[in-house]
């Protein structure tokens, strides 16, 4: 019963694309605990809670099982009642409410998440109250993305801190022009997986810098 502590009804479910988003994060495991070694991370639109809790809970923890708690894991959402809902989910998770991570001071994180509205929708059903907001990515679906990649910059600690932001995105969202964007920004990017999902086609991608490999990364 989770009277008084969040309604689930009012706030985005798990579904496919969040679940692509785990088996990333699980196919990036070695390379998040024993090369990145997020000391905080923070997930923007964490709806749920069920990426960031998964991080924490399996993807950080080591061999015996014992949760990687010394990460920071800070979720962010619009909806009110998701930082409430991603409370209940994990008790690990330190959600709040705010647009995109604005209460959040620059440069404070190893590691970024995001599962970004991302539908292509009408501009005016950005933002707004309901749940559709949790889909509605405005003209082309970009409209949140495009605010993404600039918060996700300020967040990510300056080099020659090794950092990362991972990024879920629809084909319509044009992935390779964001990827050309975040390069531009001083990033190399990866496509981690891709997926076609409940007739969508789906990719999430690692934007790192500091300290990398040229190797590790197709250049787009």
């Not at 994060?25 to 069920?50: F, H, M, N, T, W």
């Amino acid at each position: 019963n989770h009277a008084g502590k969040g309604d689930f009804t009012t706030v985005y479910p798990a579904s496919e694309d969040s679940f692509l988003f785990l088996d990333c994060l699980d196919s990036q495991a070695d390379y998040l605990r024993q090369k990145l070694k997020p000391s905080v991370s923070v997930e923007i639109g964490c709806g749920s809670g069920v990426i960031s809790a998964h991080l924490v809970q399996h993807v950080l923890s080591d061999s015996s099982g014992v949760s990687g708690s010394s990460c920071a894991c800070l979720c962010t959402d619009l909806n009110p009642a998701a930082a409430l809902c991603t409370a209940v989910t994990c008790c690990q998770l330190m959600p709040v409410a705010s647009d995109l991570a604005g209460c959040l001071r620059s440069g404070c994180a190893d590691l970024v998440l995001a599962n970004p509205p991302y539908v292509p929708t009408p501009d005016d059903e950005v933002g707004t109250s309901g749940i559709a907001a949790a889909w509605a990515g405005g003209i082309d679906g970009r409209q949140v993305i495009d605010r993404l990649l600039t918060e996700a910059e300020r967040l990510l600690r300056p080099v020659p801190h090794l950092s990362a932001f991972y990024l879920l995105m629809l084909r319509e969202n044009r992935p390779e022009e964001v990827a050309l964007e975040m390069r531009c920004r001083g990033f190399k990017s990866m496509l981690v997986v891709e997926r076609h999902c409940a007739g969508e086609n789906l990719s999430v991608w690692r934007f790192e810098r500091g300290g990398v490999e040229e190797s590790e990364f197709r250049v787009f």
